[in-house]
């Protein structure tokens, strides 16, 4: 199976920051990465597909790039609605997750 | 608006069975691929499984594959999880979720399942 490490594993911003989250596959996965939030209690969203394609009704700040096993998720000018888990998944093969990034405010 | 709601959840001695139904509404559920993920109080994700249009292909995560069974009824836009020979690393929050484009873009709130004596 394919293995997805995420970093870091956890992260702390200040309001209208950049922040960058990464993923690392064990093999290359061919642009085949999701990433999703998850808020406190609540089910995980869909943010990216396709490694850059953005999901219907996410904000523009929020984006991803990247190929072959590297992957990043980048949130523009970071807003207190962002705080949350961050995963990323892979669907090369059969689906496999990052263990996850919890971001919070500084 | 797409929705996905769990039930069939609680507490659940160890070995037993336990099946979860996910009842869809809000697109044409019989045109979707639909999965199931869980997660383990404070951990990561992992997927369960998925299963096809008309259940002719159903697949799973390795290690689950002997215990837990995908299964859908597209007349009543069900999805279900039969699980069995529970244990406590079956503990989690079971998520009903569809697969769009290979992806689960549409998420249900989850269900817990706890398994303890």
């Known amino acids: 199976d394919i293995q997805m490490t995420q970093s870091p594993a956890s992260l702390s911003a200040s309001l209208g920051e950049t922040v960058t989250i990464e993923c690392r596959a064990s093999e290359d996965i061919y642009n085949g990465l999701a990433w999703y939030q998850q808020k406190p209690g609540k089910s995980p969203q869909l943010l990216i597909y396709?490694?850059?394609s953005l999901h219907t009704g996410v904000p523009s700040r929020f984006s991803g790039s990247g190929s072959g096993t590297q992957y990043s998720l980048k949130i523009n000018s970071l807003q207190s609605e962002d705080v949350a888990s961050y995963f990323c998944?892979?669907?090369?093969?059969?689906?496999?997750f990052g263990g996850g990034t919890k971001l919070e405010l500084k | 608006e797409v929705k996905l709601v769990e039930s069939g959840g609680g507490l659940v001695q160890p070995g037993r069975s336990l099946k979860l139904s996910c009842a869809a509404s809000g697109f044409s559920f019989n045109d979707y691929w639909m999965g199931w993920v869980r997660q383990a109080p404070g951990k990561g994700l992992e997927w369960i499984g998925e299963i096809n249009q008309d259940s002719s292909t159903i697949n799973y995560t390795p290690s689950l594959k002997d215990k837990f069974t995908i299964s859908r009824d597209n007349a009543q836009n069900t999805l279900y999880l039969q699980m069995s020979k529970l244990g406590s690393e079956d503990t989690a929050i079971y998520y009903c979720a569809r697969v769009g484009g290979a992806t689960f873009d549409y998420w249900g709130q989850g269900v817990m399942v706890t398994v303890s004596s």
């Open positions: 396709n490694a850059n």
């Open positions: 998944q892979q669907y090369y093969d059969y689906p496999t």
